[in-house]
């Protein structure tokens, strides 16, 4: 049973690297790979207020759709051998990739359950620095690796779990994961001042062009 656990630690680790080094850093160096799609899809979902109305056609019809789909069909299906050894690692990809689709999917529908549910996601696409926030379904790698950038804060998650917790949990796994990643967490608290800053410089040269 420990599988599970261990197999969704490892999607999210996965969902972590695929998105920042395959889907931003090497299409910007190769515009002609099939992954220049998401290029794309951060344009579309920054003009309409983080919404893709791409997530509602048939993966036949949008290439991002496809990519999406078919990498992470062909993430189980090169796991699945696995199962013969490792039933639950294997039932954790398949949950893992299942929970990255739908909910990828409702949250460019639903801009607004984004922003309740996925707040890491939301600030992904809507902060003034688009390459941080790698994380879709759980922030947990994020946190990890000091890549987490918190725009809106009072949308932010509260824990780097990216759970709903009662706050006499809350408060010892806040200072749990400090004291494990203080130099993480120390550019947690970078990141979120220079943003803070952007943002302000942003406003203040809106109001002056205006």
Same mark, same amino acid.
């Given at each position: 049973?420990?599988?599970?656990?261990?197999?969704?630690?490892?999607?999210?680790?996965?969902?972590?690297?695929?998105?920042?080094?395959?889907?931003?850093?090497?299409?910007?160096?190769?515009?002609?790979?099939?992954?220049?799609?998401?290029?794309?899809?951060?344009?579309?979902?920054?003009?309409?207020?983080?919404?893709?109305?791409?997530?509602?056609?048939?993966?036949?019809?949008?290439?991002?759709?496809?990519?999406?789909?078919?990498?992470?069909?062909?993430?189980?299906?090169?796991?699945?051998?696995?199962?013969?050894?490792?039933?639950?690692?294997?039932?954790?990809?398949?949950?893992?990739? &299942?929970?990255? &689709?739908?909910?990828?999917?409702?949250?460019?529908?639903?801009?607004?359950?984004?922003?309740?549910?996925?707040? &890491?996601?939301?600030?992904?696409?809507?902060?003034?620095?688009?390459?941080?926030?790698?994380?879709?379904?759980? @922030?947990?790698?994020?946190?990890?690796?000091?890549?987490?950038?918190?725009?809106?804060?009072?949308?932010?998650?509260?824990?780097? $779990?990216?759970?709903? $917790? @009662?706050?006499?949990?809350?408060?010892?796994?806040?200072?749990?994961?400090?004291?494990?990643?203080?130099?993480?967490?120390?550019?947690?608290?970078?990141?979120?001042?220079?943003?803070?800053?952007?943002?302000?410089?942003?406003?203040?040269?809106?109001?002056?062009?205006?």
């Amino acid at each position: 049973m420990l599988g599970f656990p261990v197999a969704l630690l490892s999607v999210n680790a996965f969902e972590w690297y695929a998105h920042k080094v395959w889907l931003h850093e090497f299409p910007r160096k190769h515009r002609n790979s099939p992954f220049f799609t998401h290029i794309r899809h951060h344009k579309r979902a920054r003009l309409n207020g983080f919404e893709d109305e791409g997530y509602a056609a048939s993966m036949w019809k949008d290439q991002e759709m496809f990519n999406e789909k078919a990498a992470l069909i062909g993430l189980c299906v090169v796991f699945t051998p696995t199962v013969v050894v490792a039933p639950f690692f294997t039932a954790g990809i398949y949950y893992g990739a &299942w929970q990255y &689709w739908s909910k990828h999917s409702k949250a460019h529908l639903d801009p607004e359950w984004a922003k309740a549910n996925l707040p &890491w996601h939301y600030d992904h696409h809507m902060n003034t620095n688009q390459d941080a926030n790698w994380c879709v379904t759980r @922030p947990w790698f994020d946190y990890i690796m000091g890549t987490r950038v918190i725009g809106e804060g009072d949308i932010a998650e509260t824990n780097p $779990l990216g759970m709903d $917790l @009662p706050q006499w949990l809350e408060a010892p796994v806040n200072r749990v994961a400090r004291r494990l990643l203080p130099k993480a967490f120390s550019r947690l608290d970078e990141n979120r001042q220079q943003e803070e800053q952007r943002l302000w410089q942003s406003r203040v040269t809106a109001v002056d062009a205006a």
